[in-house]
């Protein structure tokens, strides 16, 4: 059974940077595209950024783009995602994902979740 466990949210001001983390236990890690997706309250749970199981593709969404990094370490099954410029509209609980081999922005494309965790970003 795969499991994904995040790490790393916090309160943070505007302007600075936070590193998200994602633990991967199962099968092959090699087998997944990794992604992560976010939501504030009141609203759907939306694409972040996304990497493919090798990690020589990568996608991101508009809002993020320049901002955030995806990464991943495949001899220590892990997931990263760097935030920098942060900004109050980033606050929302982050999720870390799996699912299928290629980059992949649909939601339902993901079969494995992590719990989330917490980002806050004061103005």
């Known amino acids: 059974q795969v499991q994904l466990v995040e790490s790393g949210g916090g309160l943070v001001q505007a302007g600075d940077s936070l590193r998200l983390s994602c633990a991967y236990s199962?099968?092959?890690?090699?087998?997944?595209?990794m992604a992560w997706f976010r939501q504030a309250p009141e609203k759907e749970r939306e694409f972040v950024a996304a990497i493919n199981w090798s990690g020589g593709s990568t996608s991101y969404a508009d809002s993020v783009k320049g901002r955030f990094t995806i990464s991943r370490d495949n001899a220590k099954n892990t997931a990263s995602l760097q935030m920098t410029n942060l900004k109050p509209e980033d606050t929302a609980v982050y999720y870390c994902?799996?699912?299928?081999?290629?980059?992949?922005?649909?939601?339902?494309?993901?079969?494995?979740w992590g719990q989330g965790t917490q980002v806050t970003v004061s103005s």
């Open positions: 994902s799996a699912g299928t081999s290629r980059v992949a922005t649909r939601l339902s494309t993901y079969e494995y």
């Open positions: 199962g099968r092959s890690f090699t087998t997944y595209a």
